[in-house]
């Protein structure tokens, strides 16, 4: 199933408030029902969203709740507001329902998409509208398509990256401690590995593409993309060099 069908399949997520009670959850959040933003909150915080036993993805592995400065490197925007929001996944989805069934299809692998009257779509609206206020605006998320070779970085800067961006998933570079689960590859070893058969130059391309376009344009796996927004082409080269991925 794609991203658009689940959207077609599930109603308007801005419906759900006439679904569960205006007054319940208004744009302020003040009235919600605690014990459904409580649910909410441990949905949000666990592996839980999803019922597949693949999973290893939570909310917040991508998302912050609120958003910082400078910005985080999370590949998902920050959460406050997002009830208020006119577009997600860079306008691609035009309501948040199908934006959280697209994130549960291709990165939690569950492609059973939650209907706005199941109670867990329900709690975990109830907990993002705890969130407002926040920022309303659509979050900007401007994919690089065509991959190129980028000129060589800086080694210090990408390591630092690496610990905002990358471990997160992938635990500590080179031993992987502390990363999602024992299937994350550890970086750079297994990616290389995975790709010996190709030219330094080539897999360097290879790390390019997967931070660039993650599981999509038929790379596969349940990455996420960072887009331009998150990791410049500057900061993408600092990126490789930090793991020393040269290409020479």
Not at 211 to 235: A, C, K, N, W
Not at 237 to 248: I, K, P, W, Y
Request: net charge negative; with cysteine; charged share 20%.
């Amino acid at each position: 199933m794609n991203r658009r069908s689940a959207t077609s399949r599930a109603s308007c997520f801005c419906k759900m408030a006439a679904v569960i009670g205006c007054c319940a959850l208004n744009a302020c959040g003040s009235d919600a029902d605690p014990t459904a933003v409580e649910r909410g909150r441990r949905l949000f915080e666990s592996k839980a969203l999803s019922h597949s036993h693949l999973n290893d993805y939570t909310c917040r592995t991508c998302h912050d709740i609120e958003a910082s400065a400078p910005p985080s490197k999370k590949p998902g925007a920050a959460l406050a507001g997002v009830t208020l929001r006119p577009l997600f996944w860079g306008g691609q989805e035009p309501d948040l329902l199908g934006a959280i069934n697209a994130c549960r299809n291709y990165f939690m692998t569950d492609n059973l998409p939650l209907s706005a009257t199941d109670e867990q779509a329900r709690s975990l609206y109830a907990y993002l509208a705890s969130l407002e206020p926040g920022d309303a605006r659509a979050s900007p998320f401007s994919i690089v398509t065509d991959i190129e070779a980028l000129p060589r970085g800086t080694a210090g800067r990408g390591q630092s990256l690496f610990a905002e961006a990358c471990a997160a998933c992938h635990g500590r570079m080179h031993d992987g401690f502390g990363r999602l689960s024992d299937g994350v590859p550890l970086l750079p070893e297994d990616t290389l590995a995975a790709h010996a058969q190709f030219s330094a130059r080539v897999q360097r391309l290879i790390f390019t593409e997967k931070i660039r376009h993650g599981l999509f344009l038929g790379y596969g796996g349940v990455m996420p993309p960072f887009s331009q927004e998150l990791l410049t082409d500057q900061d993408v080269s600092d990126l490789l060099e930090g793991l020393a991925v040269t290409g020479e």
